[in-house]
């Protein structure tokens, strides 16, 4: 296959015809002998490949980091790569310096990874450095060595660093970002837009490629490829007839961060840090979160218990099906080959909606749940007016708890009801004993998470000490 893929790698223009399914590490280190982006895990989950992709949009170019392990180099066509050899300056840079300061230098294979996201997330607009942003940057980088104590310390001498400078504006204007990138917007607009995937599904369809690759890293880069992300229209989130329209390619970052899912979803933001991170964030989709149909996938579960629904097009056609009616059996769904999610449809719920998602894993940040659980709850005095409630990790799908719901609705909230509801829970659920922790395990974890999850709806009306007192 011979598409030819432009976009400019650091300061320098790049027009390739390499495969467009290979993989931008592979292709920094095996042919343009950048080894500064390292090879750890090639999973997504160690971060010592990190790199910043550029996009342009209304004349500027928003930056992000992503891990260059799973992101195929055809989907570069038109952006900015940045490496860590593109970030160097004649000086350490700020991050560097704190780095430095700190010792935080530690094992040095992951240090170049870890200069890259601090440094992408000084590049966000309107970005405050804080802890929570220290966190969030060092959150998809796994430390053996050392730890991330004096990482995270590295907060402070960061802040005298740039003296408050965040955004690339304000960071080229101090020095601290080589003086290119005043001109890569200008650069990219010549790029001319490259043909666009015509509906004919290839061999491999990559959205984020974060399941995908880890799954066919060998598979793709011999195979025909369809890069779905290079169909921007696939990305908008609209309102329309009391839906909220989310289109299939939507990262989870773009996702938390639109005021219309905001509106709806308040916590949000604070539910990403339970999810992946935020290099993975920057790549995972919605659609691929549906269609790869893990039992544990953390936005499917979320969009059960919001009652979403799904579009799927085959070629001029489309059909509308629930999202509650989409999985059939373990990665079963009620989909055919040539069929692409285009949309997922969330009905706008009344006003009086609440919603909250949790998660238990055995770590914090970068792991997949035991068991996640989402609920919806529209209610008045604590009666319940509708209900939705997902939980994933108890069954061979992300189950929708349908006979929990009917239960609830109609129902006030109480402890005795609560408990009767779970009892109908565990008769819905079959967890198995896996990896992640015992069947009995995650039936407990179910439990404690249906209760976790109303005692912050329904603050007023339940206590989590009348829950010890029985158990
Ligand atoms: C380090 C790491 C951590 C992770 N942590 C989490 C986590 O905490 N929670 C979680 O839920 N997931 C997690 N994941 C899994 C993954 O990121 C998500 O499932 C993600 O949503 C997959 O989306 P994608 O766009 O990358 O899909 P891809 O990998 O591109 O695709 C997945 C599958 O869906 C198909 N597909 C994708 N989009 C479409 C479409 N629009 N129409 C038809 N078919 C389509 C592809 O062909 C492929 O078969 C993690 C992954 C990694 C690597
Ligand atoms: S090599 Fe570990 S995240 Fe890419
Ligand atoms: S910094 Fe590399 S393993 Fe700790």
């Not at 200069?115 to 998809?140: C, F, P, Q, Y």
């Not at 969330?346 to 749940?369: E, G, N, Q, Y």
């Not at 319940?384 to 909230?413: D, N, R, W």
Request: net charge negative; with cysteine; hydrophobic share 40%.
């Amino acid at each position: 296959m011979s598409i030819s893929t432009q976009f400019i790698l650091n300061d320098q223009d790049i027009q390739t015809n390499f495969h467009p399914g290979i993989l931008i590490l592979d292709f920094l280190r095996q042919n343009e002998k950048l080894m500064g982006t390292k090879e750890g895990c090639r999973e997504g989950d160690c971060g010592a490949c990190t790199v910043i992709i550029g996009e342009l949009a209304n004349g500027k170019v928003t930056y992000k980091p992503v891990t260059s392990c799973l992101m195929p180099l055809g989907e570069l066509h038109g952006k900015h790569l940045v490496t860590i050899e593109g970030l160097n300056l004649p000086e350490l840079s700020p991050v560097q310096e704190a780095i430095v300061e700190e010792g935080a230098t530690q094992c040095g294979f992951c240090t170049p990874g870890i200069v890259v996201s601090l440094t992408a997330s000084l590049m966000e607009k309107g970005s405050e450095i804080s802890r929570d942003s220290v966190m969030r940057a060092l959150s998809g980088h796994l430390c053996r060595c050392t730890g991330y104590r004096s990482l995270i310390a590295s907060e402070t001498h960061l802040l005298n660093a740039v003296d408050n400078a965040t955004g690339t504006d304000a960071l080229l204007e101090k020095g601290f970002l080589p003086g290119y990138f005043r001109k890569i917007a200008e650069r990219l607009n010549k790029i001319p837009s490259s043909s666009k995937p015509d509906g004919v599904v290839e061999d491999f369809l990559i959205a984020g490629g974060t399941d995908l690759y880890i799954q066919e890293n060998k598979a793709i880069p011999d195979s025909p490829v369809t890069i779905l992300n290079l169909r921007q229209e696939l990305k908008e989130i609209t309102r329309k007839n009391g839906y909220i329209s989310v289109g299939a390619l939507t990262s989870f970052e773009e996702f938390a961060s639109h005021s219309d899912i905001l509106e709806i979803i308040p916590e949000i933001e604070e539910y990403m840090f339970l999810i992946a991170s935020w290099q993975i964030r920057n790549r995972a989709t919605i659609g691929g979160n549906i269609i790869n149909a893990s039992p544990i996938g953390d936005m499917t579960i979320l969009l059960l218990a919001m009652n979403a629904h799904l579009v799927l097009q085959n070629g001029i056609g489309t059909r509308t099906v629930p999202l509650t009616s989409f999985y059939k059996g373990y990665k079963q769904l009620d989909k055919t080959n040539s069929e692409v999610l285009t949309e997922i449809l969330i009905p706008v719920p009344a006003k009086k909606t609440r919603i909250h998602f949790d998660k238990v894993s055995k770590r914090k940040c970068l792991d997949i749940a035991s068991v996640n659980l989402a609920v919806r709850v529209e209610e008045e005095d604590g009666f319940i007016e509708e209900v939705g409630l997902a939980a994933g990790g108890i069954a061979p799908i992300p189950l929708h708890l349908k006979k929990t719901c009917s239960f609830l609705k109609g129902q006030i909230v109480s402890r005795e009801i609560m408990e009767d509801a779970i009892a109908v829970m565990q008769e819905e659920i079959s967890p198995i004993t896996d990896i992640r922790g015992s069947r009995e395990y995650k039936r407990l974890l179910a439990r404690q998470l249906v209760i976790k999850s109303f005692i912050r709806l329904f603050p007023k009306r339940l206590s989590a000490e009348e829950f010890y007192e029985k158990y």
